[in-house]
């Protein structure tokens, strides 16, 4: 079954679902807002990519963040840290919230994704499959690494006179989760991805 | 493709289909064996035809970050210690150091995120509100275009509770210089995502709504 008509979820026009070129996006010619893409593979890459970052995740998890070189010693920051010394200065809340949306959200959706795409790709499906889907999608505004990587850019200048600053590993594993989310952004397309799951009923 | 400015505009409210929010299946409610569709039947969202009580939720959304925009102004958001003398920072005195050591685009970044983008999302948001409230017919793309751009901007906003997360990381007790969190960074936080739920409660649908004809208006 697939779904011959759509409707724009920002102005609520309808529209007649017509065949794509490859890799291109259809828009509502009302109000401009995207209504769905057509990405061949968009099974394979969102798949690829997600296990990618799923990687890089736990790599960027386990090596040090960023060293602080000051008077003759060494400082190593993981992630963790940061949350951890705002929880300790009764600042839970935003502890929690920074936890959230720089590691727990990212880790959750791309969980998520390999939990509905893989099965996909080998043509069967998992228990809750869609709730699964729907929940990566949901989460997808409130998964902020790319602001948190701006963020550790902005502290590194702030404290350049300071100290020495030493980039580490998670660093650049973390960089690459950034450019992993945004290409799963833009090649993830759900529409296709819904018509599949519909195709088993 | 000239007659969508006239009367004859096809909405799914109008056809009578719910347009799912979570997958955008259309849904006929109720269905051809008359049940009424509560959930729907792919992914299991809940069905309305326009987001639940859209203006009010957003209006109160948009008070309670307006009321904590104040003390995240006002409060400090770091407290530097350097050699037992502590010196507090609210966001704009943060942007003032950035530029007074020569780092323009930073302070540019830091200014446009954590000033710029909250307020101007305020306006917006209560700029649509209204015109919506009014059943304004003026430049409806360019209001669809302009919540579009606010609900993606928005995120931009939490940069400077991040900066404040790994500047206290790293600079920690033991050094001559401390740098601790201050409770204006709480209620900034706060701005940002109750700002962002605002948006995301919003219905922009309403905009459209409101050139139609008749004044008969979907129901939720």
Known sequence: ?201 | MAMIRGHAVHTAARSGLFNCHGCRLLVRRPSADGQMLVRCPRCGTRLHLRKPNSIARTWALLIAAMIFYIPANLLPVTITTYLGSTQPDTIMSGVIFFMQTGSWGIALIIFVASIVVPIAKLIVLIGLLVSVQRRSHWRPAERTRLYRITELVGRWSMLDVFVVTVLVALVRLGYLTTIEAGSGVVYFAAVVVITMIAAMTFDPRLIWDALEKNDESPAH
């Open chain 1, 1 to 201: 079954m697939t779904q011959t008509l759509i409707a724009c979820h920002e102005c609520d026009l309808i529209h007649r679902v017509q065949p794509l070129p490859e890799n291109s996006k259809a828009r509502c010619r009302r109000c401009g807002a995207l209504l769905y893409a057509h990405f061949p593979n968009t099974i394979e890459w969102s798949l690829d990519l997600a296990i990618t970052g799923l990687v890089l995740r736990v790599i960027a998890n386990i090596y040090p963040f960023l060293s602080l070189e000051s008077q003759g010693t060494v400082l190593e920051t993981t992630i963790i840290t940061g949350t951890i010394i705002l929880s300790e200065q009764s600042m839970a809340g935003v502890a929690i919230l920074v936890l959230l949306t720089s590691m727990l959200i990212p880790c959750i959706l791309l969980g998520a994704l390999v939990y509905v795409l893989w099965p996909m790709k080998l043509g069967h499906r998992l228990p809750a499959n869609r709730r699964a889907f729907r929940l990566a999608l949901t989460l997808r505004p409130w998964s902020m690494t790319e602001i948190f990587l701006l963020g550790i850019l902005v502290s590194v200048v702030k404290l350049a006179k300071l100290a020495t600053i030493i980039p580490g590993t998670a660093l650049f594993s973390f960089l690459g989760l950034v450019l992993v989310l945004a290409s799963i952004n833009t090649f993830l397309a759900p529409q296709t991805i819904w018509e599949k799951m519909d195709e088993w009923r």
